[in-house]
């Protein structure tokens, strides 16, 4: 425990042998990862693999059976998750889960209520409108009446103002058009660029190797493969089962 607070390599996340289980059925078994500082990683798999409630696990939103999960060398295991997004560890959740009944400003500010900078806050808003000009033309729309896709940048918009460390991104392109799937991956790595560090979980494995450091593969709970982005992206196994290779 002594060096805990001298974790080599700039590991911002690090988890153990996690085990998750819902009822009798174990959804994560086993399964160890780490995200380094910088770093964009990428966890691909099947619908039902486990990526999510591994997600879930480390923000605290579900519960762990075993296993470890460090944040900045420190055990979270059994914190909340608004604990979490003042130490900067921000999940924006697979269906986006905005709130429909406020205005796109609204539900930036909602994104920052942990802070006290109001002015600070006025200025990240203006960058979030930088990253998202869609955003900036309907800032007092309310959300609810907004698409599939420009719902999915007030998501990750909302998660940027948190100022996270590490950026959680749960399918992002699910049930998007082709062109908002490009968008939303070239606002990915934007986000990346810009000096955020992201975990992001994908079933488009070719989009989210091409963008990742590092990847992992995961099967039936199980972490069966990891390597750098583009070696996984060529790696026959891997186009075989998710690139249609």
């Given at each position: ?27 994560v078994k086993g399964a160890s990862l780490e995200v380094r500082a910088g770093e964009l990683v990428s966890l691909i798999g099947a619908n039902g693999a486990g ?195």
């Amino acid at each position: 425990m002594a060096n805990q607070t001298e974790k080599p390599s700039g590991v911002l996340l690090q988890i153990r042998s996690l085990k998750v289980a819902y009822g009798g059925i174990q959804a994560v078994k086993g399964a160890s990862l780490e995200v380094r500082a910088g770093e964009l990683v990428s966890l691909i798999g099947a619908n039902g693999a486990g990526k999510t409630t591994t997600l879930k696990a480390v923000t605290g939103t579900q519960a762990v059976a075993d296993g470890e999960i460090e944040y900045l060398g420190r055990s979270i295991r059994g914190q909340g998750p608004w604990d979490l997004v003042r130490q900067g560890l921000v999940m924006v959740p697979e269906g986006r889960g905005v709130f429909t009944r406020m205005t796109i400003v609204e539900n930036l500010q909602m994104g920052a209520h942990v802070r006290d900078d109001a002015a600070e806050v006025q200025a990240d808003i203006d960058k979030v409108f930088a990253i998202f000009p869609r955003l900036k033309e309907r800032a007092l729309q309310l959300a609810g009446t907004m698409s599939g896709g420009e719902q999915q940048m007030l998501a990750m918009g909302r998660g940027l103002m948190a100022r996270p460390k590490l950026l959680l991104l749960d399918e992002p392109s699910m049930g998007l058009s082709p062109i908002m799937v490009d968008k939303i991956f070239e606002v990915v790595a934007d986000i990346h660029s810009r000096g955020t560090t992201v975990l992001l979980v994908e079933q488009n494995a070719s989009r989210a190797l091409q963008l990742a450091d590092r990847g992992y593969v995961m099967e039936s709970g199980e972490i069966t493969m990891s390597g750098a982005g583009k070696d996984l992206l060529t790696d026959p196994k891997v186009q075989a089962a998710y690139l249609g290779a």
